[in-house]
């Protein structure tokens, strides 16, 4: 394997593919935007395509349904993007929820729901492109996450004695 392959630069050169979860709002969307002006191939996914409304003027976008809790979505949307662009070079799993709650008030249900999305998707995102990426003997893969899934001190309450 040649070692420049893996190096950042050598993907500008080549127009890389990104392919980017969570494109509604947020830093997915900044982020798919950023990548189009920057004349980058970018497969844009939300779980409602509309509401990515504007992104697919900004360049070379695919815009598709994709529901990370959802196989046979994946699986299509990773069919489709290797259809229109040939291969996938960058993914950025994006797509997330918050669930804010005390542990004891937490109601199991949501917080399944929580893990079935940032969790679990994230791993079948993982597991569709990386066969890929892994024949190509090139790519990268960005997971973002948030600070709040290490930060104890709001699920965590310490009794204090009163004065």
Known sequence: MNNNSLHPDSIKTNNPVWFITGCSTGFGRELAKQVLQRGHRTVVTARDPADTHGLAAEGEALVLKLDVTDQGQIDAAIKAAVEK???????????????????????????????????????????????????????????????????????????????
């Open 85 to 163: 662009f040939g291969r996938i070079d960058v993914l950025v799993n994006n797509a997330g929820i918050g669930y804010f709650a005390s542990v004891e008030e937490g109601e199991e249900q949501e917080v399944r729901r929580m893990f079935e999305i940032n969790m679990f998707g994230l791993s079948r995102m993982i597991r569709a492109t990386l066969p890929g990426m892994r024949a190509r003997h090139h790519g990268f893969i960005v997971n973002f996450s948030s600070i709040g899934g290490l930060s104890l001190r709001w699920a965590i309450i310490t009794p204090q004695s009163s004065p």
